[in-house]
């Protein structure tokens, strides 16, 4: 599959699963990233620059409460609405 054919959501689940260093993620979109370990605020950090370098979409760290950022689904969602 060539990188235009890859969706915001797969490439954002990428990400996550890298930071994370979980696979687990993709079976949990709905569970609290940070309730569960997987993700700390440094993680969290490191998964937005990600998310600029790969995607272009700049979110900043106070610009988002952690509770509309805190699974794989509404993470997604927050790019999504971003991605121009």
């Given at each position: 599959m ?22 687990a ?18 993680g ?35 790019v ?5």
């Amino acid at each position: 599959m060539a990188d235009g054919d890859v969706t915001v959501r797969e490439r954002v689940l990428d990400l996550l699963v890298d930071v994370c260093g979980d696979d687990a993620v993709r079976d949990h979109l709905d569970d609290d990233l940070f309730e569960l370990g997987l993700l700390d605020s440094m993680g969290a950090i490191e998964l937005l620059v990600g998310i600029e370098d790969e995607l272009g979409v700049s979110i900043a760290p106070t610009a988002v409460p952690r509770e509309q950022m805190n699974t794989p689904n509404k993470i997604v969602a927050q790019v999504e609405k971003r991605v121009a």
